[in-house]
C-alpha cells in the first residue's frame, strides 16, 4: 500500500516540485525580525563612533588651519581628509542599512543561502559556531522544528551582542524550548568528539585573531558525529584562508564526503562586485558530510 506521503511526493515531482524546492519555499517563507527583535547588523556601531570622531576631528582642524593658523596647504589637507572620511561614512551607512532586516536584508538572504545547502534532515543536535545575536541559529530552529539547536559566541565588545539578546530574540521568535546559547571559543569548543549532527557558522572565522583558518576548520568539524552535515560560510581571502581547494581535497582523503566550495559571493550578493562593496567580496561556503 502506497502512503499519502509518497504519492504526494510523487505528484510532486510530476508536477516538477522537488523537495528541495518545497524545502527553498519554506526557508523563503520565514523572515525574521517582524516582532521587534534586535538582530543588530554586521556593521558593528564603533565602526561609525570611530569614523565619525575622525571626520569632526578633520572638520574643526580644517576650520582652525584656515582661520586661526592661516596655513592653507594644511587646511587642504585636513578638508582632504575631512571629504574622504565623509564619503567613507556614507559608504558604511548604505552597507549597514543592505544588512538590516528591515532595510535591504541581505543578512537574511545569506543565511538563507548558508541553510539551503546544508544537506540536514532536521533531527538531532545542530550547533552555530559564531552565533552573533542568534539569528542564523533562530532561522535553523525554524527550518526545521524537531532540531535542538545550541549557538556558542566570545560576545566580543565590538558588535553589541551577548546571551540574553540571543534568548530574548528566541523567545519573541517561539522557539526558546529548542535553542541554547552559550559563550565560547572557535578555537576549543567546550563539546565532546562526535556531539553534533550539524554545524553551521556564517563569517565568524576571520575575526579570530592570529588563528590558523584550517585548524578552525578542523576543530568544528571535531564535534560532527559520523554521517553529520556541515556548511562553513566566510569571507576566504587566499592570504589568510590559503588555498582551500587544496585544503578540501583533505577533507576528502580524511573521508569526508560530498565535499564542495560554494561561490556566496556570487549566490547571495548576485556579483563578486556587489559582495566587494560590502566588504565581502571572497565569500565561500564549505559544506559536506563526514
Known sequence: MISYATELNVYNEKVGITMVERRKAKEAAIHLGTHGENYGS????????????????????AVLSFTVFHIAALGVLFSVAAAALLALLVWITWIRKQYAFGGGGMMERVHQVVLSHLDFDGQGQLLEVGCGSGALSIRAALT???????????????????????????????????????????????????????????????????????????????VLKKGGVFALNDDMKPKLYGDMDVFAQKLREMGYQD????????????????????????SRLLVGRK
Open 42 to 61: 554586521w556593521m558593528s556601531n564603533p565602526v561609525f563612533y570611530v569614523v565619525g570622531a575622525l571626520l569632526a576631528l578633520s572638520v574643526v582642524l
Open 144 to 222: 526545521w522544528p524537531d532540531a535542538e539547536v545550541t549557538g556558542i559566541d566570545y560576545w566580543g565588545a565590538a558588535y553589541g551582542y551577548g546571551q540574553a539578546m540571543c534568548e530574548k530574540n528566541a523567545a519573541s521568535e517561539g522557539v526558546a524550548a529548542r535553542c541554547r546559547f552559550q559563550h565560547g571559543d572557535a578555537n576549543k569548543l567546550d563539546f565532546p568528539d562526535k556531539s553534533f549532527d550539524a554545524v553551521v557558522s556564517n563569517y565568524v572565522y576571520h575575526n579570530v585573531m592570529g588563528a590558523d583558518m584550517h585548524k578552525l576548520l578542523l576543530e568544528s568539524l571535531r
Open 259 to 282: 565535499v564542495r566550495l560554494i561561490d556566496t559571493a556570487e549566490e547571495a550578493f548576485g556579483s563578486h562586485r556587489r559582495a566587494a562593496m560590502m566588504m565581502l567580496g571572497s
